[in-house]
């Protein structure tokens, strides 16, 4: 298994994340299978690319997980469960094909307590896709992941559950699998801590947190 982790320097790439109940996984797990024969990158499952949508993605030295995961149980025992309702399904950039959540107040709030914990816990280290292309960023991009390490920030967060990512991006016309979001909604309550793999998976956990609890 390749992970993004940096045994050097003592530094590896996390993603904390929403893990959906059990009946949202799977009907992403089938999503996923269908999706295949178009040609894809990678495929979720049980044990390896596991559903999941993004709070905040990051590397971090190893000597501080630990820290990060107390704040992460201090933050998930202060909440207490919430919905999301999905409103669209999207061929994105770059080929992702995902399905888009409402950001509600609960999930601006999660993201903001996630970013204040962990975000000083980097000591400024950035994902290795960022060091190899930042001086190519718009200004803008390019302060956003500097301060934060991460791109999707605030009015810039869209939360997604990804269900693979297209070899050759197609557009939603040439798409012959019967993909549905609106029975995708859920009510939140485990995020976890996973270790990144490539295209931003899931690739092993860390810990699981349940909210308000």
């Given at each position: 298994m390749?992970?993004?982790?940096?045994?050097?320097?003592?530094?590896l790439?996390?993603?904390?994340?929403?893990?959906?109940?059990?009946?949202?996984?799977?009907?992403?797990?089938?999503?996923?299978?269908?999706?295949?024969?178009?040609?894809?990158?990678?495929?979720?499952?049980?044990?390896?690319?596991?559903?999941?949508?993004?709070?905040?993605?990051?590397?971090?030295?190893?000597?501080?997980?630990?820290?990060?995961?107390?704040?992460?149980?201090?933050?998930?025992?202060?909440?207490?469960?919430?919905?999301?309702?999905?409103?669209?399904?999207?061929?994105?950039?770059?080929?992702?094909?995902?399905?888009?959540?409402?950001?509600?107040?609960?999930?601006?709030?999660?993201?903001?307590?996630?970013?204040?914990?962990i975000n000083?816990?980097?000591?400024?280290?950035?994902?290795?896709?960022?060091?190899?292309?930042?001086?190519?960023?718009?200004?803008?991009?390019?302060?956003?992941?500097?301060?934060?390490?991460?791109?999707?920030?605030?009015?810039e967060?869209?939360?997604?559950?990804s269900?693979?990512?297209?070899?050759?991006?197609?557009?939603?016309?040439?798409?012959?699998?019967?993909?549905?979001?609106?029975?995708?909604?859920?009510?939140?309550?485990?995020?976890?801590i996973?270790?990144?793999g490539?295209?931003?998976?899931?690739?092993?956990l860390?810990?699981?947190?349940?909210?308000?609890?």
């Amino acid at each position: 298994m390749q992970l993004n982790t940096n045994k050097a320097m003592d530094l590896l790439d996390i993603n904390i994340v929403i893990a959906p109940p059990e009946h949202i996984a799977k009907k992403a797990r089938y999503l996923s299978r269908q999706l295949k024969k178009q040609g894809t990158l990678f495929t979720l499952g049980r044990i390896d690319h596991f559903p999941h949508i993004s709070i905040y993605m990051c590397r971090l030295p190893l000597a501080n997980l630990e820290k990060a995961q107390k704040e992460l149980s201090n933050i998930t025992a202060s909440l207490d469960p919430f919905p999301i309702t999905a409103y669209r399904f999207r061929n994105a950039k770059r080929g992702y094909i995902d399905i888009r959540y409402y950001r509600n107040l609960h999930l601006r709030k999660l993201q903001q307590l996630v970013i204040d914990a962990i975000n000083p816990l980097r000591k400024g280290a950035l994902l290795e896709s960022d060091l190899q292309k930042i001086t190519t960023y718009p200004l803008k991009l390019k302060r956003m992941v500097e301060k934060y390490g991460y791109r999707s920030v605030g009015k810039e967060y869209y939360p997604h559950l990804s269900l693979t990512r297209l070899a050759n991006q197609l557009t939603l016309p040439q798409m012959t699998t019967a993909l549905q979001w609106q029975d995708m909604a859920f009510t939140v309550n485990k995020v976890g801590i996973y270790l990144c793999g490539e295209n931003g998976t899931c690739r092993r956990l860390i810990k699981m947190y349940h909210l308000n609890g």
